[in-house]
């Protein structure tokens, strides 16, 4: 589970400037109410100041158009100084290809215009999107998205999609699930350091880790140990299963070589057990290998890209 939200770029700019200032500081006070809850961060496509206000005027223009000092200095904090929240661009980095490759991999849609900005990233995070309540058409809290991808027999597949959505503070409750469960992953403070000792209060019910993952998180940095720990909390909480991240089985080759077999064997109840299946939805190549035994999922190997006879 992610901890920040992202920008609905579509949003901007207003239509007109009827109430804009009074639709900004409703915009101030849902990040303020977000950050209560847990959400201090969101993700735009580019820098706030890139984008236009209105029609042919930038922000830094917008400011300079403002006799009220005290919202002056509100939207200057909020533009430089991360004075209500953390501001921070790009949605995706480049070290997280793999949520790029999952974007890459699906068209969508919003009113039949296809976009991949704001809206199509809460899909592949899993997130809230965040609007300027500038339009009837964000006083939604959800937006529908159409999305579409090729099956492997090449034919289009579409779908309707539900995104979370804000614009203005009375649709936060309409995700208080979302945000008991954030809660929820911020209170338990997973690190590194303290992982191993209190893996079974974290996950108490479906995740079980093999011995040998102790070792391999010890390797990892920061970014993949969160991104493997949120991951593996979603299928723990049922918010997902585990078949629903990118994930795919191991080639003839690896089943046919001893050596490259024995590399994905992981030790359950003292013995040891080929971990076929495994993840693909970490950045920069990791991997996780799992096993699936009835209501239960052993975690045999969070780590770099395991060798194959093509990738050394």
Same mark, same amino acid.
């Given at each position: 589970m992610v901890n920040f939200s992202v920008f609905n770029e579509l949003?901007?700019?207003?239509?007109d400037d009827d109430k804009i200032v009074e639709k900004f500081i409703l915009f101030f006070k849902l990040l303020e109410e977000m950050k209560?809850?847990?959400? %201090?961060?969101?993700?735009?496509?580019?820098?706030?100041k890139a984008y236009d206000v209105l029609d042919g005027v930038n922000f830094q223009q917008f400011v300079g158009q403002q006799k009220d000092q005290d919202f002056k200095r509100k939207i200057i904090s909020f533009l430089i100084?991360?004075?209500?929240?953390?501001?921070?661009?790009?949605?995706i980095k480049d070290e997280e290809t793999e949520e790029q490759e999952l974007l890459n991999s699906h068209d969508y849609f919003f009113n039949s215009q296809a976009t991949n900005g704001g809206l199509a990233c809460c899909d592949v995070w899993n997130t809230i999107a965040v609007s300027f309540n500038s339009d009837t058409q964000?006083?939604?809290d959800f937006i529908v998205l159409q999305r579409q991808n090729l099956s492997n027999?090449?034919?289009?597949? %579409?779908?309707?999609?539900?995104?979370?959505?804000?614009?203005?503070?009375?649709?936060?409750?309409?995700?208080?699930?979302?945000?008991?469960s954030l809660e929820n992953e911020i209170k338990l403070g997973i690190t590194q350091q303290n992982f191993w000792g209190k893996k079974e209060i974290f996950f108490p019910n479906t995740i079980l880790f093999c011995p040998e993952v102790e070792k391999q998180l010890s390797k990892l940095d920061k970014l993949i140990f969160q991104q493997a720990i949120s991951l593996l909390r979603e299928v723990e909480t049922q918010r997902k299963c585990i078949t629903d991240f990118q994930h795919s089985g191991e080639g003839k080759t690896v089943h046919e070589h001893n050596e490259l077999k024995k590399l994905r064997e992981f030790t359950i109840n003292g013995s040891k057990i080929f971990f076929e299946k495994h993840i693909k939805s970490l950045s920069n190549g990791y991997r996780i290998y799992f096993l699936q035994q009835g209501e239960k999922i052993h975690i045999g190997y969070i780590g770099k890209h395991l060798k194959t006879k093509n990738y050394k």
């Open positions: 949003s901007l700019p207003f239509p209560k809850k847990g959400l %201090e961060t969101v993700r735009l496509s580019k820098d706030f100084n991360n004075g209500v929240v953390i501001i921070d661009s790009p949605i964000w006083d939604m027999s090449g034919d289009v597949v %579409e779908q309707g999609i539900s995104i979370m959505h804000l614009s203005k503070d009375t649709h936060l409750v309409s995700h208080d699930h979302f945000f008991d």
